[in-house]
């Protein structure tokens, strides 16, 4: 079995829920505290033990290209005003891994993004992360060294899954499931966000997968749907019908930061784990009267 050594992280969309500030600002580079999102997720994959990156942006956000190369002029800046420190701090972010990007000129699904990672991927299955997902593990094995280690016990696709309320199940893709063992669900098929009456389980897709390069040979197969896009998930769904696919129940603090509210979950817990920064943001926080506050 190969070893799991690249990611594929797809970030090309509008982030049409953060407008106006997307129009300028790719939502993948928004700062939780002072670090963009993005390279929280990138550290998630270093961690994990992945040593190649493959970025998929569109035109408008050559930023991202720019935050994860070196910026000679910055650290002259800095070098010349004694900020060592800084210099220190930004050092290994164009260091962390092996940086790859591709275009996709048309916002067309999900599958059709994934497709441009073919010649990326070299035949070796890889792991997907996307941008909306963060994933805080403190001690414990990053999420996506938690789907590395569950597609080496089983060979088979694996899809980072969590349980949720009925409620919540109703705005993801959620897993029609087969067996459970621990933490490993065999998957049966999706079900894209289904009224609450008819969801086959409350097991959801949360932004993380093991895909195996035979997923390529599927999403070129699969059909447009009536918008012209192709989802990776049916891609998914065909393996899961033919060599078998499993859902894995990871351990994670997870925060939707596509969705304004997880967003600001996200800043403010992150913000109370920074030692710097705790003790005023919980003395803050206790002297909110938020009746008045309006």
Do not use: W
């Not at 994959?45 to 998929?56: E, K, N």
């Not at 010349?80 to 210099?87: E, L, P, S, W, Y």
């Not at 930004?90 to 699904?109: D, E, R, S, V, W």
């Not at 999900?110 to 996307?130: D, Q």
Request: aromatic share 10%.
């Amino acid at each position: 079995m190969r070893k799991i050594t690249k990611a594929v992280i797809p970030c090309a969309g509008f982030g049409t829920r953060f407008l106006p500030a997307t129009k300028a600002i790719p939502k993948e580079m928004f700062p939780i505290i002072d670090t963009p999102s993005l390279q929280l997720i990138v550290q998630e994959c270093v961690d994990s033990g992945i040593t190649d990156i493959l970025f998929i942006i569109s035109e408008h956000k050559q930023c991202i290209k720019n935050h994860f190369q070196e910026n000679f002029v910055l650290e002259k800046f800095l070098s010349q005003n004694n900020k060592q420190d800084i210099i220190d701090q930004l050092k290994p972010i164009h260091t962390m891994a092996n940086y790859h990007f591709a275009t996709q000129y048309i916002a067309n699904g999900t599958g059709n993004a994934i497709l441009l990672a073919k010649e990326f991927v070299n035949n070796e299955p890889f792991v997907v992360l996307y941008g909306d997902d963060l994933m805080y593990t403190g001690d414990k094995d990053p999420v996506s060294k938690q789907l590395i280690d569950a597609y080496e016990k089983t060979g088979k696709l694996i899809i980072g899954c969590q349980n949720v309320s009925k409620e919540a199940a109703t705005k993801y893709g959620v897993v029609k499931p087969g067996e459970t063992n621990g933490r490993f669900t065999e998957v049966k098929g999706f079900v894209e966000k289904p009224p609450i009456d008819k969801i086959p389980s409350t097991l959801v897709s949360l932004g993380r997968y093991v895909l195996t390069p035979d997923i390529f040979d599927i999403i070129e197969k699969t059909k447009e749907s009536p918008n012209g896009e192709k989802y990776v998930t049916d891609a998914i769904e065909v393996i899961a019908n033919t060599k078998g696919a499993y859902a894995y129940d990871f351990e994670a603090r997870r925060y939707d930061i596509g969705d304004k509210n997880g967003f600001i979950e996200a800043t403010i817990e992150y913000g109370l784990r920074n030692k710097n920064l705790r003790n005023r943001l919980i003395s803050y926080l206790s002297s909110l009267d938020v009746e008045k506050i309006h």
